[in-house]
């Protein structure tokens, strides 16, 4: 089956237009209305989806909504998965911690690197490897929290003059 170019290009811009149950409705209606071979021709021209066609003819046929649950997707946040990380990790590094020596802003520096953090989260608050976070993922809990990474420049040495006599 073939879709005549005009046709296909109206219902992919529509289709576009929509979200979630109304995109997937408008898609089952048009494939039931263009006939046998439909959905294969709208997955072939319009590069729409066959699965998600067949779902919309789904709920179309038994009227039933299907209900999609994007928040329970993805991995949890480090802190959702250990309530106690963030405070254990302010534990480790509050003594680390200095003030911007310029007093331009409220940035904390530290002296400990992410890597010592993490391996004090295993020594002083007994993690094991596999509650354990990344470096990294130390690193950005330090940054979220105001910690910073940097060497701290304590005084610089006087420039040497010539005395002039």
């Known amino acids: 089956m073939k879709i005549a170019s005009e046709i296909a290009s109206t219902l992919k811009n529509t289709a576009k237009r929509l979200k979630g149950v109304d995109k997937r409705q408008f898609m089952a209606e048009a494939v039931n209305s263009l006939g046998v ?5 709208a997955e072939r021209q319009m590069n729409w989806c066959r699965n998600t066609i067949a779902k919309g003819q789904h709920e179309l046929r038994t009227g039933v909504t299907c209900v999609n649950n994007h928040s329970t997707q993805g ?9 106690e990380l963030i405070g254990h990790i302010k534990a ?3 003594d680390q911690a200095q003030a911007d020596p310029s007093m331009n802003s409220e940035r904390l520096y530290l002296k400990i690197t992410a ?3 993490r391996k004090q989260l295993e020594s002083m608050f007994g993690y094991t490897k596999d509650i354990l976070p990344s470096v990294s993922t130390v690193g ?3 940054n979220a929290n105001g910690y910073h990474l940097k060497k701290i420049r304590k005084t610089l040495p006087l420039k040497k003059f010539l005395k002039l006599i």
């Open 37 to 41: 071979g439909a959905q294969r021709a």
């Open 75 to 83: 991995r949890k946040k480090a802190e959702e998965l250990n309530p």
């Open 92 to 94: 480790i590094v509050e």
């Open 115 to 117: 890597p010592n953090v």
């Open 140 to 142: 950005r809990k330090l």
